[in-house]
């Protein structure tokens, strides 16, 4: 097929307008630029515009990979849910553009507390999503209160360079069960019933779900290896019987 029969303006001029830069217009027999304007496309797709965050549907792909990853690795990730609270009376107060700020603040903010491998994510409106890989419930909960307090404890001006405001967040938590593999709805599900929990106790808190002890027996995680060893891929236990 010939590159230049495709119809690119259209999304050449949208890359342009997210600051995507691409190589030069492809000559018949080169698919260099087309290349890259699939995967800027694939980029703006995973990304949201105004805080340039991984958006919803790039952090369910994310929690998927770590609900895989987690469960063979037998090690617990942390997803929380955070929102902004009363992000309403900003918004009604200080005008839209402002509750912009400040949802950009806070993801900035967020994202600079985290580890390299961390994901922070904005999961619509003032909401925001962050998935913690190979995280116990004692650094779990250190790094949510640190979240927590971060947002707390940050000035922020806004666009008019008159005013600033501080805002809170509410936090809810949920660790994906090692060696068990569980689904993205219900971990999601786990989280926002812990945010729930925390805005109803006064918000401006953390709340995790308590990571329930022994939920697989030694002998159950040998059994999982052994299978794993013998076959070079885990069976399924209904399947084993
Ligand atoms: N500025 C701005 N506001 C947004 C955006 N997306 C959603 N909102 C606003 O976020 C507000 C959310 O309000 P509510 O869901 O009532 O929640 P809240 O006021 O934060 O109250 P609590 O969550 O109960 O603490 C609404 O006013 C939305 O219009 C956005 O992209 N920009």
């Given at each position: 097929?010939?590159?230049?029969?495709?119809?690119?303006?259209?999304?050449?001029?949208?890359?342009?307008e997210a600051g995507v830069a691409l190589?030069?217009?492809?000559?018949?027999?080169?698919?260099t630029e087309i290349q890259a304007i699939i995967d800027g496309l694939c980029e703006l797709?995973?990304?949201d515009p105004l805080t340039g965050l991984p958006n919803r549907r790039a952090f369910l792909g994310r929690l998927t990979q770590e609900l895989d990853r987690s469960s063979r690795a037998g090690e617990m990730a942390l997803l929380l849910m955070i929102d902004i609270d009363h992000f309403k009376s900003v918004n009604d107060r200080y005008?839209?553009?402002a509750g912009d700020a400040v949802l950009r603040a806070v993801a900035r903010l967020l994202s600079e507390q985290v580890r390299p491998m961390d994901t922070v994510a904005r999961l619509g409106g003032e909401e925001f999503g962050v998935v913690f890989p190979h995280c116990g419930p004692t650094f779990g909960a250190l790094l949510a209160e640190r979240l927590r307090a971060a947002v707390a404890a940050t000035v922020m001006?806004?666009?008019?360079?008159?005013?600033?405001?501080?805002?809170?967040?509410?936090?809810?938590g949920a660790y994906s069960p090692a060696w068990v593999r569980s689904s993205v709805e219900h971990w999601m599900e786990r989280a926002d019933r812990q945010l729930y929990e925390a805005k109803r106790q006064g918000r401006n808190r953390v709340c995790i779900e308590p990571v329930p002890v022994n939920e697989v027996s030694p002998e159950e995680k040998d059994l999982l290896f052994a299978w794993h060893d013998a076959s070079g891929y885990m069976i399924d236990a209904a399947d084993a019987v």
């Open positions: 097929m010939n590159p230049q029969a495709l119809r690119l303006d259209h999304a050449r001029a949208l890359l342009r190589p030069p217009p492809a000559s018949a027999n080169d698919w797709s995973a990304r005008g839209h553009l001006p806004l666009p008019d360079g008159q005013a600033t405001l501080q805002v809170t967040v509410s936090i809810g």
